[in-house]
């Protein structure tokens, strides 16, 4: 089985270096996908409350076999449910949902300046914490300006922020951000679902040199960019596939070559997505 690095948070928690995406899976591909997922070595694992499949998600990992602590496990905070209290109702609905006793790593999925709630749900976030009922906090397409706010009105940095990144958004300015401050980054749509990533002849050149697949390159330049992909499949050759990323090493040039083309975001601007 495979053995995956770790990242040290600055709450002083750990975080495997690659995950499982659950989305846009039900609740018995989720139970599933988790299971697999686990047994080939995953131990991260991200669900949100919009996926609608926090119930098979925590099935899989009440079911999989090892420790409930080996495995941390994530999910969100809809738009729906920003403000103080309502975070708090909504992580219980959450945690009842998975049938945990905590949450390993708790997000904010989506900042929606325009609602201007979110620094209400990061004050209830920190009780939840110091409460125990959630091991790390942090925030998902939050910008460096949005976090700034965080620490200044509440002096709570978070601990991760999950971003949409793939070679067509590489996020050089919000990397060097977060990493100044000591926020980890896990990256969203790591493999560029939806985009033509997969098939690029640049990836494939890179792929062959090494006699890795594209998927497990593209998964490479994360790693080694220090930032947390989360790739979702629910196919177990998949998930082996995407885990096999730690015996080889991409150099300078093969970076650059992955890197080099024009950014293009495939989901929604962190400014404007309103999402509830
Ligand atoms: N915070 C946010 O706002 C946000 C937004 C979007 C996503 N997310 C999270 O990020 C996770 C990953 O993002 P994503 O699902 O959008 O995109 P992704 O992981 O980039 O791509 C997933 C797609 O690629 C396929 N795939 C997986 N491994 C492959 C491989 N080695 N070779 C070829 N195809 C492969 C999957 O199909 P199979 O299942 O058939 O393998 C699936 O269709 C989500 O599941 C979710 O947990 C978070």
Do not use: C
């Amino acid at each position: 089985m495979a053995t995956v690095p770790v990242h040290t948070l600055n709450d002083g928690t750990t975080s495997p270096a690659i995950g499982l995406g659950t989305y846009p899976m039900d609740d018995a591909e989720a139970e599933q996908a988790v299971r697999s997922a686990v047994e080939a070595g995953y131990r991260l694992v991200d669900t949100a409350t919009n996926y609608g499949n926090e119930t098979g998600t925590g099935r899989g990992v009440r079911s999989a076999g090892v420790a409930r602590e080996e495995i941390v496990v994530t999910t969100k905070l809809p738009g729906r449910h920003h403000g103080y209290q309502e975070t708090l109702d909504s992580f219980e609905e959450s945690r009842r949902r998975l049938g945990l006793d905590y949450v390993d790593l708790y997000l904010i999925h989506w900042p929606l300046p325009r609602v201007d709630r979110y620094v209400e749900s990061w004050k209830a976030m920190i009780k939840l914490r110091e409460e125990g009922l959630v091991r790390s906090i942090g925030v998902s397409n939050f910008t460096a300006e949005h976090i700034d706010r965080l620490e200044r009105e509440t002096g709570v940095l978070p601990s991760v922020d999950q971003i949409e990144m793939h070679p067509l958004l590489g996020q050089e300015e919000l990397r060097g951000r977060l990493a100044a401050k000591g926020v980890l980054a896990e990256s969203w749509s790591p493999l560029g679902r939806g985009s033509d990533l997969l098939s690029d002849p640049a990836v494939a050149k890179v792929a062959e040199a090494h006699g890795r697949t594209p998927g497990q390159v593209i998964l490479r330049w994360h790693v080694q960019l220090g930032v947390v992909p989360i790739p979702k499949s629910g196919n177990p050759e998949r998930q082996r596939e995407n885990l096999d990323v730690f015996e080889f090493t991409l150099d300078q040039a093969e970076l650059a070559a992955i890197s080099d083309r024009a950014e293009r975001r495939l989901g929604g601007d962190p400014d404007r997505h309103e999402e509830f």
